[in-house]
């Protein structure tokens, strides 16, 4: 049996919600995005948590170690500093004379000092100047966009949270208004009409987390099962998303493509 709550990016209903699983006393509560988790490390120490899409387990508090988490939680990541730092380098090979790349975030989310920080190493390796742009609501979304031409932007990234997943229609069409090259995570949220996501695939993460919930109910312990880190990396490119901002996406590029809208 599957007990399903849908928070819809509310910190009150994430709140509550996490209340009434634990409260049902379930076998393994599974948490889906960097919003989720938090709340089940507050709300119980003892029912097994899986995560999904954790971005820093061992910076979070959740686990003691990738290898040992030790405690109740153990899941997977779909973050690393290598994914921004190789999709920054795409979206520099793809737009000529790129020098100024805005980065979005929810500031309601514990990762968005994370996106911040590792973003801003990524740019200075590649010699880039990088700005934050924050947005917390589809009003705010406007807002940041608007400041991001304003301020001369001239690409834009966004890493895996659930705003920027739930409006990635909005987000990728306020982009190309403004013309700013849109760089994401996931297959998802490029096939809202990015220019090019370089990320691990959510699917089969998805997939992957039954397997840890079957262990678990067969009685495996969470501090016992090694955090996965992302494994299978993508590469998805839009040509017409190109087009329609006057680039020209590199031959060797595309060779690298795992797959390429036309």
Not at 47 to 65: H, N, T, Y
Not at 88 to 94: A, G, T, Y
Not at 155 to 183: D, F, I, S
Request: some cysteine.
């Amino acid at each position: 049996m599957i007990e399903h709550r849908f928070p819809n990016e509310m910190p009150d209903r994430f709140r509550r919600m996490t209340a009434e699983l634990v409260a049902l006393n379930v076998d393994v509560l599974v948490t889906v995005g960097t919003q989720t988790a938090p709340y089940a490390k507050h709300a119980t120490t003892t029912i097994p948590v899986v995560f999904v899409f954790v971005p820093d387990a061992v910076g979070s508090g959740f686990v003691e170690s990738l290898g040992r988490p030790g405690r109740n939680m153990t899941g997977l990541s779909n973050f690393g500093a290598d994914i921004v730092l190789k999709r920054l380098q795409f979206l520099k090979e793809m737009v000529p004379g790129l020098a100024r790349v805005a980065l979005l975030v929810n500031p309601n989310t514990e990762v968005a000092d994370l996106y911040k920080r590792m973003t801003e190493i990524a740019a200075g390796e590649l010699g880039l100047r990088n700005r934050t742009f924050e947005a917390r609501s589809l009003d705010e979304l406007r807002r940041a966009f608007d400041a991001m031409a304003e301020a001369g932007m001239q690409a834009v990234t966004v890493n895996g949270e659930g705003l920027a997943y739930q409006q990635r229609e909005n987000v990728a069409k306020m982009a190309l208004t403004r013309r700013l090259p849109l760089g994401v995570w996931s297959r998802e949220t490029f096939e809202a009409g990015a220019l090019m996501s370089y990320g691990t695939d959510q699917v089969a993460m998805c997939r992957r987390a039954a397997v840890f919930v079957d262990k678990i109910l067969r009685g495996a312990r969470p501090a016992d099962l090694p955090v996965e880190q992302p494994t299978m990396l993508e590469l998805f490119i839009n040509l017409k998303t190109a087009a329609a901002l006057g680039l020209t996406v590199p031959h060797s590029v595309l060779l690298r493509a795992d797959a390429v809208v036309q």
